[in-house]
């Protein structure tokens, strides 16, 4: 539904909620009576003028007293004008019941002193008035919470497309800096790497244009770029990927969302002497993502200065954005390895 849409409805339905609550007020002394009564027409018209001008209080309020000088913090104006409201209503009320329409015509019996009638009247009038302030002043705090919420919304969309925008080149530089090491020694690793790079830019390029993808499509992606990475390592090096998603009724996720964690990985999991090890583990059901990966920890030496850790801010800042409250990311090193560990709790699909 479209904004002006969704602003002509809730208009609509403002209006039918006002007019069905004057109606049970007006028509309640006509269903509230005894059995077999005649309806007096006389004494309903008479009891009718009171009500009449509480509508005229209440609207008087919330269509123009309270947008006017409430919202413009003009509060002892707004005060001096329901003041002197609320003292002409009363002074018309009592010269219409006590002098042009008097009691003893409608037969009534003896009533309490008529200060009484005129402080209830006057006390009904200031509730009235708190009535209308507090539904206006809610109505209108409605409006600027989704106001705020509309600019947040837009503020993280812009955010997001500026941190996609940043991960596909930073994604590039690694993947060509690979296959540039790779071309020294194996030309024809190097344009098997080049085939699959191919690949991985159709899915960038054109994946990555959606908010979410299939996780079974983002499972590919992620299993084509560690086969590149896996063409120039040596064979001290082992690297495991253990992939389930369910077949039918696969979940969808962000795109390019483990990239970084997997990037990361044979950055600082893999020594050109030692040993070293990779696992990656992606799991997922109806209710949640679970993807994991852990590697052998060489980290960079201090004199080191080249750049890092971008991928794994931009990580955390995606997660935050597209699922917030419905992520928990573990991450460190347990002795000798380190650890990723990212759980996306996904909403319940609706029948």
């Known amino acids: 539904m479209t904004d002006i849409k969704r602003s002509k409805a809730e208009h609509i339905i403002e209006a039918i909620v006002h007019i069905a609550t004057w109606l049970f007020i007006f028509a309640s002394p006509l269903f509230f009576r005894k059995t077999g009564e005649a309806t007096d027409w006389g004494r309903y018209l008479h009891g009718s003028v009171f009500p009449l001008t509480t509508c005229a209080v209440f609207y008087a309020n919330y269509l123009l007293l309270v947008p006017r000088l409430i919202f413009a913090k003009r509060y002892r104006t707004f005060?001096?004008?329901?003041?002197?409201?609320?003292?002409?209503?009363?002074?018309?009320?009592?010269?219409?019941?006590?002098?042009?329409?008097?009691?003893?015509?409608?037969?009534?019996f003896q009533r309490p002193p008529r200060i009484l009638f005129i402080l209830r009247g006057i006390l009904t009038y200031v509730f009235i008035v708190g009535i209308s302030v507090s539904i206006r002043l809610s109505k209108e705090w409605r409006k600027a919470?989704?106001?705020?919420?509309?600019?947040?919304?837009?503020?993280?969309?812009?955010?997001?497309?500026?941190?996609?925008?940043?991960?596909?080149?930073?994604?590039?530089?690694?993947?060509?800096?690979?296959?540039?090491?790779?071309?020294?020694?194996?030309?024809?690793?190097?344009?098997?790497?080049?085939?699959?790079?191919?690949?991985?830019?159709?899915?960038?390029?054109?994946?990555?244009?959606?908010?979410?993808?299939?996780?079974?499509?983002?499972?590919?992606?992620l299993q084509t770029y560690i086969a590149l990475m896996r063409i120039r390592?040596?064979?001290?090096?082992?690297?495991?990927?253990?992939?389930?998603?369910?077949?039918?009724?696969?979940?969808?996720?962000?795109?390019?969302?483990?990239?970084?964690?997997?990037?990361?990985?044979?950055?600082?999991?893999?020594?050109?002497?030692?040993?070293?090890?990779?696992?990656?583990?992606?799991?997922?059901?109806?209710?949640?993502?679970?993807?994991?990966?852990?590697?052998?920890?060489?980290?960079?030496?201090?004199?080191?200065?080249?750049?890092?850790?971008?991928?794994?801010?931009?990580?955390?800042?995606?997660?935050?954005?597209?699922?917030?409250?419905?992520?928990?990311?573990h991450y460190g090193v347990a002795g000798d390895c380190y650890f990723s560990h990212i759980i996306i709790h996904l909403q319940p699909a609706h029948p």
Request: with cysteine.
């Open 79 to 108: 005060l001096f004008c329901n003041l002197l409201l609320i003292s002409l209503l009363t002074i018309l009320h009592e010269v219409h019941t006590n002098i042009l329409f008097p009691p003893h015509q409608f037969h009534l």
């Open 233 to 329: 390592l040596q064979d001290n090096v082992e690297v495991t990927t253990d992939i389930d998603i369910p077949a039918e009724s696969c979940p969808q996720v962000t795109p390019l969302i483990f990239i970084s964690v997997v990037e990361n990985a044979f950055k600082h999991g893999v020594s050109p002497t030692q040993p070293s090890f990779i696992h990656f583990s992606l799991k997922a059901s109806e209710t949640e993502i679970r993807f994991s990966g852990t590697n052998s920890n060489f980290p960079k030496r201090k004199n080191d200065k080249s750049p890092g850790g971008i991928g794994l801010k931009q990580v955390r800042k995606r997660l935050e954005l597209l699922y917030p409250g419905q992520h928990s990311w």
């Open 145 to 221: 919470e989704m106001a705020r919420h509309k600019a947040e919304l837009g503020r993280s969309e812009a955010e997001l497309k500026n941190l996609k925008n940043q991960l596909n080149p930073h994604f590039l530089l690694n993947t060509l800096n690979n296959i540039y090491a790779l071309t020294a020694f194996d030309p024809e690793k190097a344009q098997e790497a080049i085939r699959r790079l191919s690949q991985l830019l159709r899915y960038v390029l054109y994946e990555n244009r959606n908010r979410f993808v299939s996780l079974a499509k983002e499972a590919e992606f």
